[in-house]
């Protein structure tokens, strides 16, 4: 289980990065290019930002359970985040052995009462339909599945906490090697002069709209094809978790 981190800071908000780029021989699943550069990417970011970051990668879908289980009851600070990157049918994504993880059963896990004063984001870099055919710069996070059914994960998202994905249901997400549009633009907003200071649910509309709109596929089979996150919000108040400085949330 390739893991970087320690154990939760209990004063320290966390974050914690899942992604799956290589999987099993035989698991007929493609190699995902750019995973790597997301997650760079966005441990700089966080931890910049006073998060305490843990890393893994290419895990199998009981590691994964694994970690989120684990992630949620060690919750320190005031904010977690959790990033899911692999390839994904809706409300499903999948662990390094090809196996499948519902997104409900890990939302489920954050919703003990004695942590709602924390507020949990989740980011879901991951296809929600069918698989597309790998353009010439650009490959599908997806993959279609026969089995199963697609109970979808909303309803287990706990008060407090709201999920962010990289595209609509039935739409696939798509992958760049130099990383996914989803993730890397989620990085350009923190970077930016005061991106990190956007109250959260103001801070994933701008995400919308900035892959919504400049983002478009190229190559011969993907070309002018686009991309639309979607968010679910079970937020009750005003966060502000990647400023510089603490805010008080503002009454509703």
């Not at 290019?33 to 997301?38: L, N, W, Y």
């Not at 989120?68 to 060690?74: I, P, Q, R, V």
Request: overall charge negative.
């Amino acid at each position: 289980m390739p893991v970087f981190g320690s154990k939760a800071h209990p004063s320290k908000n966390q974050a914690l990065l899942v992604s799956v780029m290589e999987f099993y021989h035989g698991v007929p699943l493609a190699p995902r290019r750019g995973v790597k550069k997301d997650t760079k990417r966005l441990h700089k970011i966080l931890s910049g930002l006073g998060f305490q970051v843990t890393i893994h990668n290419d895990l199998t879908a009981e590691e994964i359970r694994h970690v989120f289980k684990t992630a949620s009851l060690e919750m320190g600070g005031t904010c977690f985040v959790g990033v899911l990157s692999s390839h994904g049918e809706e409300g499903l994504v999948f662990g390094a052995d090809g196996n499948a993880v519902r997104l409900a059963e890990i939302f489920s896990w954050f919703g003990d009462p004695g942590t709602a004063g924390v507020t949990k984001l989740f980011f879901v870099q991951a296809c929600r339909g069918n698989e597309l055919d790998s353009g010439v710069e650009l490959e599908a996070d997806g993959v279609s599945v026969s089995e199963g059914d697609s109970f979808s994960p909303y309803l287990s998202i706990p008060i407090n906490s709201a999920a962010m994905f990289a595209t609509a249901p039935g739409y696939a997400a798509f992958l760049h090697p130099l990383g996914s549009v989803f993730l890397q633009t989620l990085c350009d907003l923190l970077e930016e002069e005061g991106g990190r200071s956007l109250e959260v649910t103001q801070l994933m509309t701008r995400l919308n709209y900035r892959v919504a709109h400049n983002f478009e596929a190229k190559g011969r089979d993907l070309g002018g094809k686009k991309e639309m996150p979607c968010f679910v919000t079970r937020l009750t108040r005003q966060v502000f978790p990647f400023a510089d400085r603490l805010k008080e949330p503002l009454p509703l």
